[in-house]
């Protein structure tokens, strides 16, 4: 099943910025953290792959704040 998502552009003066929305059922079955690092890598013209740099679980206390 797929998940249409459209590509989003911000023009600045000096720059572009490029837009790509995960949808939250896609990050939720990916079990994403908030914080965690990813990595796109272009296949081919039609194909990204993204990867974790780290395990899912890794880091998982570490991007959590201490209550006081």
Do not use: H
Request: avoid cysteine; glycine fraction near 8%; proline fraction near 4%.
């Amino acid at each position: 099943m797929g998940y249409p998502t459209r590509v989003q552009v911000i023009q600045r003066k000096a720059s572009q910025q490029w837009y790509v929305n995960f949808p939250a059922a896609l990050a939720g079955a990916m079990e994403f953290r908030k914080g965690e690092v990813i990595e796109w890598t272009v296949q081919d013209r039609d194909t990204l792959v993204l990867r974790r740099v780290s395990p899912a679980n890794a880091g998982q206390q570490a991007g959590r704040k201490k209550k006081r």
